[in-house]
Each structure stands twice: as C-alpha cells, then as structure tokens.
C-alpha cells in the first residue's frame, strides 16, 4: 500500500501579518477538526519584506482568539525553494498572484498551483481585502471568507 504524502499549502498577502495568517489558522483549524492534520502542511507567508520576523496583527489575533482558532506564526518572505516545494500557493489579490507569477517564473523545477484564495468562494467575492487600515470588524470579514474559501478548497483537494 502506497504511502500517501502530505499535500503542501501556502497562503499569500502583502506583508504576512493579516489575511495570509488568518487563512492558515482557519485552514488548520478545518483539517484538525476533520482529523486529517496529517495529509496536509500549512504555512503563510508574505510578497514583501515589510514585516519580516513580526507576528500577525494584534486585530487578527483577537479575532482568532474570539473564534477560538490558535494562531501562531511568524512573518515570512515567499522564497524560490517555496515554488518547488509547495502544491498549492493560495494569495489573497490581484497584486500577490502578479507577484507570485513573476517569481514562480524565475523557477525552474516550479511545481505549485498560484491561485487566488478567494477562487474557491461560493459567494464569488474575488478579492480578500487587506484589513490593516481598517477596523476589527475588517478582520471578521477577513476571517469569514477565508473560512468559506478554506473550506471550498478542501473539499475540493480531497
């Protein structure tokens, strides 16, 4: 009986501080609840260098925290080996899939799938805004889309 490999997820934004690490804790929390922690590995990180070795927005934190979905991550850059390495690259915009496109160009042995998150979104909202300039309930709104989109994903990847 062959040996099923775990599938690799990388959610994407701008800085890594907001809606990418919104997405991992939801996904997780999903792949948790299903019991199936062990057919996936799931990390965030971001296109820029902005926030490198910060952790996510304070705001994110407690919007988890009020959903009870741990969140425990550190910002990260998006790096070649990451093109080669991951199944799947989900990005919240247009501006991330312009920037994953252009690195994931660069790399030779590319194998991931660079996807707009919000393509799984039964509710067909195409952008995931950045919630950094705007209030908590701009995190709740991040949170419930991830959420259906996360969701849709894995239903669809199992």
């Not at 979905?69 to 093109?83: C, G, H, R, Y």
């Not at 501006?95 to 509710?123: F, H, I, M, W």
Request: charged share 30%; glycine share 4%; hydrophobic share 30%.
């Amino acid at each position: 009986m062959a040996v099923q490999l775990p599938k690799l997820v990388l959610f994407v934004c701008l800085g890594n501080i907001c809606r990418s690490p919104i997405a991992e804790a939801v996904f997780r929390k999903l792949v948790t609840d299903q019991n199936i922690s062990d057919n996936w590995r799931i990390d965030s990180t971001e296109t820029s260098t902005e926030e490198i070795g910060n952790p996510p927005d304070y705001r994110g934190q407690n919007c988890m925290k009020k959903h009870e979905i741990p969140m425990n991550q550190v910002a990260s850059q998006v790096t070649k080996e990451d093109f080669a390495t991951f199944d799947y690259l989900l990005c919240m915009d247009e501006n991330n899939l312009r920037d994953l496109n252009r690195k994931g160009s660069e790399v030779k042995n590319c194998k991931a799938r660079t996807e707009l998150l919000e393509s799984y979104d039964p509710q067909k909202q195409l952008i995931i805004e950045d919630p950094y300039y705007g209030n908590d309930s701009c995190f709740e709104t991040v949170d419930q889309q991830c959420f259906r989109c996360c969701k849709a994903f894995l239903e669809k990847s199992q």
